[in-house]
């Protein structure tokens, strides 16, 4: 049931206590009374913004929709309390809807003005108060986009410098086993020539060529002995090259244990070689030492493709921004990307259900919400921990969850975690946007965001769509 109120109700209000008899008459007549019953809605979130409500009797509450869960707000019984269409003076400017719900706890009484009303209040009889509000809502909102953005550059910077330190330590081990190589080769070449003038007959010879291509063999499948398994089998190997008249031999058994070469073979050689086994021996060292180099190049060059094809998995820059993508590639980059920063006490653990479909996404923005997430709880954890990375599915969603071993999220603030500018990291050291903005790209890939927290296991879980038809992010 609807009616007016009189211009001496509208005076009684606060919000409406200092203006003019024609304006009151005007809000008199454009707005109405309103009874609501206890525990009905009075607007929902997301709805269309098309009233604006005044309190004037009863309690009411103010709810978000905060990762699957109501959650109140405010709850108040004060006459006065306002709420509604609170941005209609802001037009076309912004989507005009409720940003939260509104709900009658007992039954109450309500002040309604429409929203187009409520418009022309702000414009036409506080134009000045309107300005500075405007320039407030729009002012805050570009602040938040520029330190959105230098938080994204912050977060480049630190993962390039991560990215150079990774890539400068295979580049590193590349450049050295090169230099040694090089001396290798030459000193083949030298022994190679001394075996020619022990005038090694042709039928010895061709079996030492035969015993070089089964010592590459051997270097490439040795087996990676413990530390005591190799020292024991250095010393018996130095035993043997002592006993046959082989100087420093106990230099050369660490490189012959290495390329996988024992006792048995060495004897086999012995036989082959005659007189010439030291220069044999040290030619097939040198051979052993060649293949264990070249197959440190190798593991160098390919760790280096390896980092470079992560960070053009994670950058995305010669990809389209929309596409089918499988979650698991990039948060094995992210991974990569981050591995840099990460103190060495921090154990990762992978838990994959590979069988999971690709979805459809937009890779580089997900992407920056693994790092944000990941990047916390690395932080919270500090110098040791377990960082895990788990994926499964539940019901028409891809679920991507990530636990620390931190201390924990303070149930009292866990509530605004999400918030713009929260932050509970000292000054200078955290903008308060990282989960924002996360929360806000898996919005808009039709997703949500969901936390759980106790002292020791901390779980952030993101869901996404899989349906293409739910995932097409506008």
Known sequence: ?????????????????????????????????????????????????????????????????????????????????????????????????????????????????????????????????????????????????????RQRLAALGALSAGLTHELNNPAAAAVRATAVLRDKITGMRHKLAMIADGRLDGTRLHGLVEFQEEAVKRAASAPRLAPVQASDAEDELGDWLEEHGIAGGWDLAGTLVAGGVDVTWLDQIAGAVGDNLENAVRWLAYTIDTELLMGEIDDSVGRISGLVAAAKQYSQLDRAPHQTVDVHDLLDATVTMLQGKMPKGIRVVKSYDRMLPVIPAYPAELNQVWTNLIDNAVGVMGESGTLTISTWAEDDHLVVEIADTGPGIDPEVRPRIFEPFFTTKPVGEGTGLGLDISYRIVVKHHGDIRVESTPGDTRFRVLLPTAEGQNSAS
């Not at 009905?40 to 604006?52: H, N, Q, R, T």
């Not at 929709?65 to 209609?88: F, I, K, L, M, P």
């Not at 509104?102 to 134009?127: C, G, N």
């Open 1 to 149: 049931m609807t009616s007016r109120l009189s211009k001496d109700e509208l005076r009684a209000l606060f919000l409406f206590e200092a203006l003019t008899e024609e304006q009151l008459e005007w809000l008199a007549a454009n707005g109405a009374r309103e009874q609501v019953t206890g525990g009905s809605d009075i607007f929902v979130e997301g709805a269309p913004a098309e009233c604006f409500y005044v309190v004037l009797s009863g309690t009411v509450a103010l709810s978000r929709r905060v990762h699957g869960d109501d959650v109140e707000v405010t709850r108040t019984s004060q006459v006065g309390a306002y709420a509604g269409a609170t941005q209609a003076y802001l037009g076309d400017q912004v989507d005009q809807t409720y940003t939260y719900s509104f709900r009658a706890i007992t039954d109450a009484e309500l002040f309604t003005l429409p929203a187009s009303a409520f418009a022309v209040v702000m414009r036409e009889w506080f134009p000045m108060a309107m300005h500075l509000l405007e320039g407030l809502f729009f002012g805050m909102r570009n602040i938040q986009t520029l330190i959105g953005e």
